[in-house]
């Protein structure tokens, strides 16, 4: 994979996880409600500026982000929805999602140091470090 593939790639990842949390937002229920509406929607906000931050740098390199819901469908490689029902079903898919991107952020991060490109290595790499924390907390929530 190309380095515009590969940030292709995460921004259709990113935007599948946005509209994922965009569910969870609405449809999350029980007595964590509060909490994970909450959360859910900052989490969302970040993956929305996420995506523009990737593609603004796509952009910038000379390449077409992909910038369709059929397009991110096509070259994201998360799943869209297991009909999470639960909020520990929600958390759990989150915590998953972020592990999945996170791999892919580690090919980014070492495309671009190959290619000398330091600023979407620097660009990969902060996106690790937010989702480190992400997965932590998330797994935390699930007492595990």
């Known amino acids: 994979m190309n380095l515009q593939s590969s ?3 995460q921004i259709a990842n990113w935007n599948v996880l946005y509209t994922k949390l965009h ?13 994970l509406h909450e959360k859910f929607e ?4 970040e993956a929305g500026l ?3 931050g990737l593609a603004e740098r796509l952009l910038a390199i000379g390449g077409e982000p992909v910038a369709t819901m059929k397009e991110y469908l096509e070259t ?11 909020a520990s079903e929600m958390v759990a898919a989150l915590v998953n999602d ?4 996170k791999e892919d952020l580690v090919q980014l991060a070492e495309l671009a140091e190959g290619q000398n490109d330091v600023i979407t290595n620097d660009l990969a790499v902060g996106l690790i470090e937010k ?4 997965v ?4 935390a929530y699930l007492g595990e």
């Open 50 to 52: 996420v995506v523009d």
């Open 42 to 45: 900052e989490l969302y906000n």
């Open 136 to 139: 932590w907390m998330l797994t």
């Open 131 to 134: 989702i480190d924390t992400h």
């Open 98 to 101: 972020y592990k999945h991107i």
């Open 23 to 35: 569910r969870f937002h609405w449809y999350v229920k029980g007595p964590l409600f509060f909490t």
């Open 76 to 86: 994201a490689t998360l799943i869209e929805t297991n009909n999470e029902a639960t």
């Open 7 to 9: 940030l292709n790639l």
